[in-house]
């Protein structure tokens, strides 16, 4: 086979002027292409990350200002609650010194209530003592000497009907009288008081003394069937009956 060299030489020549041609007009504007390819997605990729950095910046922004009003929702109801507090302890001490006050007004007003009705009260046992003193000295109703105790007796019963009298006496000589006194009668009063119950019975009649501190002052004096009285006890009793039946 016979080679030529200007075949090969115009091959070669061939060859570079297509190398040529696909280098200028098909691997530059590929290469172009993908040049501009790979910029555009370095591009989309840089806006990529800074989108993601600006979200991941955005979304830390919301949190922290979700933080700050957490926190700031914590303080408000921290410092409603104090003011809540306050006014309630505010209103509590004006309730109490309201009720305090009120208080003491009802309690001097009780306490010039009582004193009053103390001093109607002793003015009124005061002149209630001055009538049953009067009423007792005026009556006779209270003898703290047994001879007169007796003495008052023998004049009332001498008021009585010839029948009841006489009756009186029958019942003295057979049973005697009782004397209750509130100390021990000397002997000269008690002859004397056997002198004045003789001479209304027309002989002997036996005295009983006994001691009845019951009596509080005076004389009872019981003759049969008849009892005189003549004590502080007896006569109050008297006079609180009359009193509770007006």
Do not use: C
């Amino acid at each position: 086979m016979h080679i030529s060299l200007w075949n090969v030489a115009l091959q070669t020549i061939n060859f570079l002027v297509l190398v040529f041609l696909l280098q200028r007009f098909l691997y530059r504007p590929i290469l172009a292409v993908i040049d501009d390819r790979k910029r555009k997605v370095a591009l989309e990729q840089t806006a990529a990350v800074t989108e993601r950095q600006q979200a991941e910046r955005l979304k830390q922004e919301y949190l922290d200002k979700l933080a700050a009003l957490e926190d700031e929702k914590q303080g408000v109801l921290q410092l409603a609650q104090k003011q809540a507090e306050v006014e309630t302890s505010a209103l509590r001490k004006t309730i109490e010194a309201q009720f305090d006050e009120q208080r003491a007004k009802q309690t001097a007003l009780l306490e010039r209530e009582r004193n009053e009705v103390e001093r109607e009260l002793r003015q009124q046992a005061v002149q209630l003592g001055m009538v049953i003193a009067e009423r007792l000295l005026q009556d006779g109703a209270v003898v703290v000497d047994p001879l007169s105790a007796v003495q008052t007796a023998v004049r009332k019963i001498a008021t009585l009907s010839l029948a009841e009298r006489e009756r009186l006496v029958i019942e003295l000589r057979r049973h005697g009288a009782e004397l209750h006194v509130t100390a021990e009668v000397s002997p000269t009063q008690l002859a004397a008081i056997h002198g004045e119950l003789a001479a209304l019975a027309g002989g002997e009649v036996a005295v009983t003394t006994r001691l009845d501190p019951k009596l509080r002052v005076g004389v009872e004096l019981r003759l049969g069937h008849l009892s005189f009285s003549l004590h502080l006890a007896g006569a109050l009793a008297k006079v609180q009956a009359e009193t509770l039946l007006r």
